[in-house]
């Protein structure tokens, strides 16, 4: 260990000289060693962060000796220009690093933990949004992958990429590789950050989220159809999170960790987390899925699944599907969302499809999803939910009201074929008021959970 600390003091005491020695500074530090370089964040509802690394103090003790053979990473001899090995006076006393700049310790900070060991069902190689990459973006994403096993600070430099380039790839591995929950959102290139780097600290949380997660899975694995597969997934993550904005940098509220794990409070999580927290069920359950990004019609950043159900693709929404409530019921669940095809969504409550908006406006696409054009999974189609005339589709709502009332639950909600026979069941909300008023309990109903685009008819059942 002592040998390894002496090779990265020596290392960065070169650095240091070799920048002291040029006449034109042209780093991205200032003078108090703070960073300028551009940095962006995958997802932008994350509070903005300085960038910085963080100050530590490494302390070096060394053996008696006057001069040490300067070493790279690898323990490798640094020759100069004469072929001959470059040296530096031995350092006996202990180093600050903040007198250094962040590139200066990244240069020569290599991986000093162990990596987490994590069993995963999935492989990189195949997710669909890595099989759209070139074979130059393939390599950085699987130095990305590595790197965060391995709990490295640095992968490239600075100018091996643009933003651009470094964010679309960076953003796919943090969007669909959920299991590196300790991964930061912030984007540098060439750089990764964490929310944690204790390897022990990860193995812990790895250890309570698949707690939770294989105890699904295992319930999961006893359903017939991917159908009823994805159905117990979702309903876990809706009847067991509530959407919360995290709270800075070290929030796990964008992580499969807060969905499964034991953070305080367990189960706030915003959409990406949602949306990751599915993906890593598919993965270990052997269900073909992804990550998908975008914003809402409000431009708000969002994320989502698309699924794999029997040969054709489905969007799925987990965070729209769970009702914010208040107050909150949790025997409530709606499956507006549940495996949708592209055409109920896109541009009419999902817009900018897997895309990435940078702060000045412009966007990246991370990749183009597999079309969603089938209907027969949808949850209001398979279970026959769907009525074309208003008769039926009278009695079938105030039946859903009926069954509501009863169970204390507050959706009660179908879809309807037609925008004439949404429009006539639309203007009875009177009606349907009076009628929820005569069960024990029920103080009335709410329209506001229709929704004309989809042609769903749903009364959020209030009680006293």
Not at 107 to 114: E, F, G, K, P, R
Not at 293 to 306: I, L, P, Q, R
Not at 360 to 385: E, H, L, R, S, W
Request: aromatic share 10%; net charge negative; charged share 20%.
């Amino acid at each position: 260990m002592k040998k390894k600390f002496l090779s990265v003091l020596a290392l960065i005491m070169a650095l240091s000289m070799m920048a002291a020695g040029c006449s034109d500074d042209t780093g991205s530090a200032n003078a108090d060693g703070s960073d300028t370089s551009v940095s962006i964040k995958v997802i932008g509802n994350e509070p903005d962060l300085d960038g910085n690394v963080g100050s530590s103090t490494i302390a070096v003790t060394t053996e008696a000796a006057e001069t040490v053979v300067v070493t790279d990473g690898d323990g490798n001899a640094i020759t100069g220009v004469d072929g001959n090995a470059i040296t530096a006076p031995a350092v006996t006393t202990p180093v600050n690093t903040e007198t250094l700049s962040e590139d200066d310790i990244l240069a020569a900070m290599t991986s000093q933990t162990t990596a987490p060991s994590l069993s995963i069902t999935k492989t990189t190689t195949e997710r669909y949004g890595y099989s759209t990459l070139t074979a130059e973006e393939k390599k950085l994403y699987d130095d990305i992958v590595s790197g965060v096993e391995n709990l490295r600070y640095k992968i490239c430099e600075e100018d091996a990429y643009s933003m651009e380039e470094w964010a679309k790839v960076y953003g796919m591995v943090y969007n669909q590789e959920p299991r590196l929950f300790y991964m930061n959102s912030k984007v540098k290139v060439g750089k990764l950050f964490y929310i944690t780097k204790s390897s022990e600290a990860i193995n812990q949380m790895q250890s309570a989220i698949d707690a939770t997660a294989d105890k699904l899975v295992q319930e999961a694995a006893g359903k017939s159809s991917t159908f009823e597969k994805l159905k117990v997934f979702h309903d876990y993550l809706v009847l067991n999170s509530s959407f919360e904005f995290s709270s800075g940098d070290q929030s796990y509220n964008l992580s499969i960790y807060n969905a499964f794990g034991s953070g305080e409070p367990q189960g706030n999580i915003q959409c990406n987390g949602y949306a990751k927290a599915m993906q890593y069920l598919c993965d270990k359950a052997g269900i073909v899925s992804m990550v998908v990004t975008g914003e809402s019609m409000e431009g708000d950043s969002h994320a989502w699944n698309v699924v794999d159900v029997d040969g054709k693709w489905y969007n799925l929404d987990c965070t729209w599907d769970d009702p914010l409530m208040d107050p909150p019921n949790y025997k409530n669940i709606r499956y507006n969302f549940f495996l949708v095809p592209d055409n109920w969504i896109h541009n009419v409550t999902h817009t900018h499809v897997n895309q990435h908006k940078f702060s000045n406006g412009k966007y990246i696409t991370y990749f183009t999803p597999p079309a969603c054009t089938d209907t027969a999974q949808n949850y209001f189609v398979k279970n026959g939910y769907v009525y074309n005339d208003f008769d039926s589709a009278d009695a079938a709502i105030k039946a859903e009201i009926k069954k509501a009332a009863e169970n204390k639950s507050r959706s009660a909600h179908i879809m309807v074929g037609s925008k004439s026979v949404y429009d006539q069941l639309y203007a009875k909300g009177t009606d349907y008021q009076k009628y929820a008023k005569e069960f024990s309990g029920v103080r009335g109903i709410s329209n506001k959970a229709c929704s004309e685009e989809m042609l769903i008819i749903e009364f959020d059942v209030l009680y006293d």
